[in-house]
């Protein structure tokens, strides 16, 4: 379990390779970069979404089936090509008025470290970097690409009362 006040959560910020995706990346034969998702971390991303999180992507990855799949699920800030994350960080947060302590952010790997030092919860997968590891405040249970981001946001969900709020979740 997350030991921090979640109900001040406003943001769940997620880097994909590693951490939304697996760290074994496909190739295609014509070069694209093809990766795997997980059914339940989207379906916690599409309902925090829902239930009036900001929730945002930050990678250095730069193709277009990122965009669509997290934009498909009612993600808005979808930041692609992020070679400094701290910039698109800077921005979400300008963009909602965010402090660093309403921010978790999950990341995996090295390009992950700056941003991971700013907000106010930082986050990682099990197989995450070992420099990562030592910064996170949450280390989950779960490898990238196999449902750590559905712990951390259901973490938060339940904490904020919204998880099983069927209105959300089912349109009812």
């Known amino acids: 379990m997350i ?41 916690a991303l599409q309902l925090a979404v829902k239930c009036g999180l900001h929730v945002a992507i930050i990678t250095g990855g730069n193709t ?3 965009r669509k ?3 498909g699920l009612g993600v808005k800030d979808v930041y692609l090509g992020a070679a400094v994350k701290t910039k698109e960080y800077a921005h ?11 921010i978790l952010y999950m990341g995996d790997d ?7 030092r700013l907000c106010g919860l930082p986050c990682c997968p099990a197989d995450a970097a070992p420099e990562i590891k030592e910064i996170a405040a949450y280390i989950s249970h779960r490898n990238g690409g196999f449902g750590c981001g559905r712990d951390v946001v259901e973490q938060v969900l339940r904490a904020q ?3 099983m709020s069927h209105e959300k979740a089912f349109g009812w």
Not at 5 to 12: F, S
Not at 110 to 116: A, R
């Open 92 to 102: 979400l947060k300008e963009k909602y008025n965010l402090k660093d302590e309403e």
């Open 110 to 116: 090295i390009p992950d470290y700056e941003v991971m």
């Open 161 to 163: 009362g919204k998880w």
């Open 69 to 71: 799949r997290y934009e």
């Open 3 to 43: 030991n921090y006040d979640l109900t001040k959560i406003k943001a769940l910020v997620f880097d994909v390779d590693g951490v939304l995706s697996g760290e074994t990346i496909y190739l295609h034969p014509n070069g694209e970069p093809m990766r795997s998702v997980n059914i339940k971390d989207g379906y």
């Open 64 to 66: 277009e089936a990122v």
